[in-house]
């Protein structure tokens, strides 16, 4: 079945330093979507990407989506303590399930 | 405010119990969706529902049960078949039709087996 993979799966980041976590799919996604989940929340929607080299910026957040549509990037510039939490991929290959990528945890060191 | 509301925020249940999580919304959403967390991990799919009455196993449906009654609602039984039920468990829902979009999530249950 369909796989999405993420790396690295932690990511300490000193407070101002930029980061990028990625994200692999086994297959062709029809879309991708990122979340963000706090520490002790639920993942929140943060976007979503369709079109092949799609690039989509959220102020210090900066997200791609791979020309063959099988893996996707965040990243994220001038870290912050407000950037700690999990941040999630999910992938939908046509007429599939979404399927969530396991998940890059933050931790910001001031 | 138009959410999703799970319910209770924390449960315990005792081994050979069987416990319904409830999740409400009102936002008018077609689609819910029920999703396990084990900590440390992604998101696992236990079962969703595109439409009323109609509902469909995802990735770990067994030990698990869904009811979709009424548009608003779709409640998830754990029942005594689930081996190692203690997890998080959160419950989403989306808008329906032909164009995909993010889901939201509600603050999630936290189940532990006593």
Avoid at chain 1, 60 to 75: D, I, M, P, V, Y
Avoid at chain 1, 77 to 99: E, H, M, P, S, W
Avoid at chain 2, 47 to 68: H, L, P, T, W
Wanted: aromatic residues 12%.
């Amino acid at each position: 079945g369909q796989q999405v993979m993420q790396i690295p799966q932690y990511q300490h980041v000193q407070e101002g330093e930029d980061f990028t976590t990625y994200c692999n799919s086994s297959t062709t996604l029809s879309n991708i979507q990122w979340y963000k989940q706090r520490p002790g929340g639920h993942p929140v929607f943060l976007i979503q990407l369709v079109k092949s080299g799609e690039v989509k910026k959220q102020k210090r957040l900066t997200f791609q989506f791979g020309e063959a549509k099988k893996n996707s990037s965040l990243h994220i510039t001038a870290t912050q303590t407000t950037d700690v939490g999990t941040y999630f991929c999910a992938g939908r290959a046509a007429g599939n399930k979404l399927t969530f990528g396991g998940g890059t945890r933050v931790l910001v060191k001031p | 405010d138009g959410g999703i509301t799970q319910s209770p925020k924390y449960l315990f249940r005792k081994e050979g119990q069987n416990v319904t999580l409830s999740c409400e919304q009102n936002l008018n959403h077609d689609a819910m969706y029920w999703y396990r967390q084990d900590p440390g991990q992604g998101l696992r799919l236990i079962y969703y529902s595109q439409i009323v009455n109609d509902f469909q196993k995802g990735d770990i449906a067994e030990g698990y049960s869904v009811s979709r009654e009424k548009k608003e609602s779709f409640p998830l039984t754990v029942t005594s078949a689930q081996k190692n039920p203690t997890a998080f468990y959160l419950c989403a829902s989306k808008t329906g039709g032909a164009m995909d979009y993010g889901y939201t999530f509600g603050s999630g249950t936290r189940l532990t087996v006593v």
